[in-house]
């Protein structure tokens, strides 16, 4: 006798099938090799009404075959003719309900009422007053949670938790681009030898004589509203780690630039900033133009700058990605002119601090720290920030 009591849908098929040809249920279970019990259980509990005789409001007395086994009209001859209430198994309407019930058992909070509260209050406070994702929450209580970042979500969405879709941070969403026409790319000096052509070249070049990937980092500039006399940010990320550096700029130009890098080079030292900062990759705006001043070329070794491609900002898109954080701070539309610089060091400080799953759980302060001195962090004012401490919000 087979020990799995649970019916296929090919199972209960069979089962009508036998009902119709009058088998009872001895002989049902020894053809599908289950018990009779199994197979009585199995027709009492999918035992339906018919609803196709429309005198069946008229005859409310049992006809007395039912009395007996198999209890259901099945394989009654007269069942075509017969105005009386009648009693079917369907295969499938039995499956269904089988169906519904399995799925329906599995549902809801598998957890204490008090244990579930405490979950509920420790999300509410992480989401709602620091700005927390569930996977960071999740890495900071991993002793006081013990679900999974999916269950959480489940919750969400089922409206268990005192939370909405709008108090979590959203994911980063990448929709389909729209096919452009080809953008022709023109030849100025500015960029002959600086395509993002040449920067594969050159990258590949330098890990084929030097054994080692070298350094890259991808600027960009933010801005605030469009109106004049606007501060934006300039941002620097390196790639390998994920470190943000977020810089104050009076405004978008080129001389605005160019006193940053000077402040990195005077605050790091010619080598250390050389080392750091190999390979800029960048975008086409104007204000990147002074392309001597930012490679430094009358020293040695020297930067090298590359722009990508117009209109691709994939090509540097880990800087992409956190400028999503930056607007969680500053929304878009919002004005720079009140913040200070050290203002901005404390947002990056927060997000360089922030656990990643693309970094295997780590923030982009640990993954820093093995190939940078401690000196880089103490003398541009970046403190690692402890992970119950972060806040991911509107700045005030």
Known sequence: MAKHKHLTLSERYDIEKYLNQRFNFSEIGRLLNKSDRTIAYEIKKHIQKSTRNKFNNYYLFPCEKLKHTPFLCNGCEDKAHCRKNK?????????????????????????????????????????????????????????????????????????????????????????????????????????????????????????????????????D?????????????????FENSRFLMIFKLANKTMSEVDKVFDYLRSTLGLDLFSYLFQIILTDNGSEFFDVNHIENNEAYPKTHLFFCDPMQSQQKGRIEVAHEYIRRYIPKGSSFNDLSQDDLTFISNNINSIPRDKLRGMDAFKIQEFFTPDEFFTKLNFKEINSKDIIIKKYN
């Open 87 to 219: 009693y079917f198994y369907y295969g499938k309407d039995a499956n269904d309900t089988y169906k519904e019930l399995l799925v329906s058992s599995r549902t809801g909070i598998d957890m204490k009422t008090n244990e579930f509260n405490d979950l509920n209050t420790i999300v509410k406070d992480e989401v709602a007053n620091k700005g927390h994702s569930f996977a960071m929450i999740i890495r900071t209580h991993k002793n006081e949670i013990s679900k999974t970042k999916r269950t959480l979500y489940n919750y969400l969405e089922k409206g268990y938790l005192d939370i909405n879709n709008l108090d979590v941070p959203r994911k980063v969403r990448y929709k389909i681009r729209k096919k452009k026409q080809e953008v022709k790319i023109r030849k100025t000096k500015i960029r002959e030898g600086r395509t993002y052509q040449d920067f594969i070249k050159y990258k590949n070049d330098y890990f084929i004589e030097h054994y080692e990937e070298a350094n890259i980092v991808q600027m």
């Open 221 to 237: 500039t933010v801005v605030g509203p469009n109106i004049e006399n606007q501060s934006c940010i300039l941002t620097l990320l």
